[in-house]
């Protein structure tokens, strides 16, 4: 049992796609507990693989009824193990998902304490039992729909803050009418995930904060209309709902917006949760919000900071001043900001085509995390070490917003003409990742001129704790650049000044260090990680979900957010405020840090040993819907491991002169026992935590001609575990803040890439425009 406390203490909750998660901190934010319940293990009679359900139609979907049984078991332990008459404060965050109440709706309030909840609230409560998730693009052509009738992207970006994306819930309740009428018919209300669970805490139904309602399509912000108010869009309401009528049932379905900015309680805990299992009843609960965005609060990114999330969605989000919104990138208010501050935002690019890619990349030609990592490593920017033949690729196998919203396949380019596979394999990861990684960096220089960011964009917002090594000196550019048209593009991609100081990553991916350095090396910017990602990374670095006893981001943040509204309401010189949320958490951990002579945040509360390499039983903490049952998995690996080894290292030295060559055999060796799979199998692949990747998986034993001086015939055929980014020296401030540096910035190798954006560019219009 955790050590009892009389400090006050924080509940940060987070409701993910495989797990609900429980953080606890006390008053200076150090971390005291975690919890968690695993859906497919703990709760496994609904034979979930990652949390989900996955049907043809790239339909992917979570039973509602699961999440109530998850949050009676991790109540049931939070109980068990901690004083809960100490939490003062909940707050928390969820997936992007609906749930559909059938009318009427149970009345939360009336729950009998002695029974749990999900005894009381059944599956025959929703008139949707399984709720679409993030991840779901089924609706994506009804998204596209929907933007048309709103005029294209650009005017539908103007009028609510988004363009079509498969997640928009404009687009998903729009499927469900169309597809399903007796489910609309049978609906009384329809809630966010995170409202869900505010509601189950609360005991009453809780509307959505601003934040989340940008992000529905079906919101207009007063930003973007002449003395406007925010509003739901009654005009899009309409367009979904079919007439007038049904739209104004959908503003009655959703509610209404907290447009408080986040910075007061929703209401206090339920009698329910205080009679069963002895919380305070002054608890507080504040603002729950989405899951990406509670993971950026816990981070607190100054204003030249980005950051980068690897998941099963990639994003990248900063800080933004002003609203401005195209179709460029998504734009939501600051979940977290008193209504007498200035308004500020948060710009959002994202990509679908993330973990998939990744999994099927590494199940295709590597069979390993470790393998894939160090064959990044080796190989050449630009998968060459030419000049002229350069390599590019793109593998979109989910529909994608924009600039991809129309385009989906495999796309491989050799000196600037399509291919179908590269004539050096190895080349296939580093350019995937290249190619995800060039996608924000050309995205992110296209969104300046826009003027979200401010006048002062770039590493000019604001100093940075870990300047750039070429800070004060000339900056470098390379020779022949016409900067008057750089070479078509609409920003200089030899300029670094405008892009982000610091990238703050997070995602299993970022634990890789391959792909922490490149991500610095295309942003020349230092890449830093959260320290508890960092030791949970030592024991299993190749899973989304955290690692046993180590905290959630997301749980974290919603933590964080309970703390500063507690504190504003009790009115103590703490919580009086000076300035916003992340100055409010950057005192309380510069104040940690000082009375504790400089030591480290805490990172776990009874974690297994970071020597421990194992994985965590198969089934479990899968954050995405792509990693058990797929044939690109483990029964590929275990059958050719044996021979795929011995082939690897009889191969020859490649011509190119960087390691191995592959032959067309061992191309198909390793794809004859997936002939059969079909392509839903083949793209859904395998996640970043396949029960595959610690045991079955080959290395390359070749990648230098006898390493080390070794025997090759001696080599050892036994698979070696990933190694994980470690700590590097690291400022006190950000130390103070959690953070440590993983990767340092290195101009050469940023001008490298920066050769290459145009040819990128060129060849993504060509596949935007249908061309190829």
């Known amino acids: 049992m955790p050590p009892k406390t009389l400090s006050t203490l924080f509940l940060g909750l987070e409701l993910a796609t495989d797990q609900l998660r429980a953080s606890i901190v006390d008053e200076n934010l150090e971390l005291v507990g975690v919890e968690v319940v695993d859906f497919d293990t703990e709760v496994a009679e609904y034979q979930t693989q990652g949390g989900i359900f996955t049907t043809p139609g790239d339909a992917y979907t979570t039973p509602v009824e699961m999440w109530l049984k998850g949050f009676d078991l991790l109540f049931e332990k939070l109980g068990k193990n901690y004083e809960l008459q100490r939490i003062k404060g909940i707050g928390g965050a969820a997936q992007q998902a609906l749930v559909w109440w059938k009318a009427p709706v149970p009345p939360l309030q009336a729950l009998d304490p002695r029974l749990p909840i999900h005894a009381q609230i059944t599956s025959q409560s929703f008139s949707l039992q399984n709720s679409p998730i993030a991840q779901d693009t089924s609706a994506h052509t009804h998204a596209l729909a929907l933007e048309a009738a709103l005029g294209g992207p650009d005017l539908m970006a103007s009028r609510v803050g988004t363009c079509a994306n498969?997640?928009?819930?404009?687009?998903?309740?729009?499927?469900?009418?169309?597809?399903?009428?007796?489910?609309?018919?049978?609906?009384?209300?329809?809630?966010?995930?995170?409202?869900?669970?505010?509601?189950?805490?609360?005991?009453?139904?809780?509307?959505?904060?601003?934040?989340?309602?940008?992000?529905?399509?079906?919101?207009?912000?007063?930003?973007?209309?002449?003395?406007?108010?925010?509003?739901?869009?009654?005009?899009?309401?309409?367009?979904?709902?079919?007439?007038?009528?049904?739209?104004?049932?959908?503003?009655?379905?959703?509610?209404?917006?907290?447009?408080?900015?986040?910075?007061?309680?929703?209401?206090?805990?339920?009698?329910?949760?205080?009679?069963?299992?002895?919380?305070?009843?002054?608890?507080?609960?504040?603002?729950?919000?989405?899951?990406?965005?509670?993971?950026?609060?816990?981070?607190?990114?100054?204003?030249?900071?980005?950051?980068?999330?690897?998941?099963?969605?990639?994003?990248?989000?900063?800080?933004?001043?002003?609203?401005?919104?195209?179709?460029?990138?998504?734009?939501?208010?600051?979940?977290?900001?008193?209504?007498?501050?200035?308004?500020?935002?948060?710009?959002?690019?994202?990509?679908?085509?993330?973990?998939?890619?990744?999994?099927?990349?590494?199940?295709?030609?590597?069979?390993?995390?470790?393998?894939?990592?160090?064959?990044?490593?080796?190989?050449?920017?630009?998968?060459?070490?030419?000049?002229?033949?350069?390599?590019?690729?793109?593998?979109?196998?989910?529909?994608?917003?924009?600039?991809?919203?129309?385009?989906?396949?495999?796309?491989?380019?050799?000196?600037?003409?399509?291919?179908?596979?590269?004539?050096?394999?190895?080349?296939?990861?580093?350019?995937?990742?290249?190619?995800?990684?060039?996608?924000?960096?050309?995205?992110?220089?296209?969104?300046?001129?826009?003027?979200?960011?401010?006048?002062?964009?770039?590493?000019?917002?604001?100093?940075?704790?870990?300047?750039?090594?070429?800070?004060?000196?000339?900056?470098?550019?390379?020779?022949?650049?016409?900067?008057?048209?750089?070479?078509?593009?609409?920003?200089?991609p030899y300029d670094y000044s405008t892009l982000p100081a610091r990238i703050l990553a997070t995602g299993a991916a970022a634990n890789f260090p391959a792909i922490a350095n490149l991500a610095g090396d295309v942003f020349n910017a230092p890449v830093l990680m959260p320290t508890t990602q960092i030791d949970a990374a030592q024991v299993i670095p190749h899973r989304n979900a955290p690692a046993v006893g180590y905290p959630a981001r997301a749980a974290l943040g919603g933590a964080y957010v309970a703390r500063w509204v507690w504190a504003k309401e009790k009115g103590t010189p703490a919580g009086t405020g000076r300035g916003g949320f992340e100055e409010e958490v950057r005192r309380l951990l510069g104040k940690r840090w000082a009375a504790t002579n400089g030591a480290p945040l805490r990172t776990s509360v009874n974690a297994p040993s970071s020597t421990s390499k194992a994985p965590s039983a198969a089934g479990s903490g899968a954050s995405t819907p792509y990693g058990h049952g797929s044939r690109l998995g483990s029964t590929v690996v275990v059958e050719e491991e044996e021979e795929e080894v011995e082939e690897m290292e009889r191969a020859p030295m490649a011509a190119s002169g960087f390691g191995l060559g592959f032959s067309e055999t061992d191309m198909h060796a390793r794809l004859r026992t997936i002939t059969s799979s079909t392509v839903s199998t083949t793209m859904s692949g395998s996640t970043l935590d396949a029960p595959s990747t610690a045991f079955t998986t080959p290395e390359i034993g070749g990648l230098s001609p006898n390493p080390q001086g070794t025997d090759p015939a001696a080599a050892p055929s036994a698979p070696s575990a990933l190694q994980p980014v470690t700590a590097m020296p690291t400022s006190d401030a950000e130390l103070q803040l959690g953070l440590a540096k993983v990767a340092e910035p290195d101009v050469d190798a940023f001008m490298s890439y920066a050769a290459l954006v145009p040819e990128y560019c060129r060849l993504e219009g060509l596949l935007i425009k249908a061309l190829v």
């Open 166 to 492: 498969p997640s928009l819930v404009a687009a998903q309740l729009l499927r469900v009418r169309e597809a399903w009428p007796d489910v609309w018919t049978r609906t009384g209300r329809v809630q966010m995930a995170s409202s869900f669970l505010a509601s189950l805490l609360t005991g009453q139904l809780v509307g959505m904060g601003e934040a989340e309602a940008s992000s529905t399509g079906l919101w207009a912000h007063a930003g973007s209309q002449a003395g406007g108010q925010s509003r739901w869009d009654e005009g899009v309401m309409e367009i979904v709902g079919g007439n007038r009528e049904e739209g104004r049932r959908i503003w009655q379905w959703l509610g209404e917006v907290d447009v408080s900015g986040g910075r007061r309680r929703i209401g206090t805990i339920s009698r329910y949760l205080v009679e069963r299992f002895g919380f305070d009843p002054e608890t507080i609960i504040s603002p729950f919000t989405s899951d990406y965005l509670s993971s950026y609060l816990s981070l607190c990114p100054s204003p030249s900071d980005a950051v980068l999330s690897f998941g099963p969605m990639d994003i990248m989000m900063a800080p933004a001043p002003n609203y401005i919104p195209t179709r460029l990138y998504n734009l939501y208010p600051h979940p977290a900001q008193d209504a007498s501050e200035k308004k500020r935002y948060i710009v959002m690019l994202s990509s679908r085509n993330a973990d998939v890619p990744r999994a099927l990349v590494r199940d295709m030609y590597t069979k390993s995390w470790s393998a894939f990592d160090r064959l990044v490593a080796i190989v050449p920017p630009g998968g060459s070490i030419g000049l002229d033949d350069k390599l590019f690729s793109f593998w979109l196998l989910q529909g994608d917003s924009y600039p991809y919203s129309h385009v989906k396949g495999i796309y491989r380019f050799e000196t600037g003409i399509k291919v179908n596979e590269f004539r050096d394999l190895r080349a296939n990861p580093r350019c995937l990742l290249e190619s995800q990684v060039l996608s924000f960096r050309v995205r992110w220089s296209r969104t300046i001129p826009m003027g979200v960011f401010g006048s002062n964009a770039g590493r000019a917002r604001n100093a940075n704790t870990t300047p750039s090594p070429v800070a004060g000196a000339s900056q470098k550019r390379a020779t022949g650049v016409n900067n008057s048209n750089n070479m078509g593009l609409p920003f200089d």
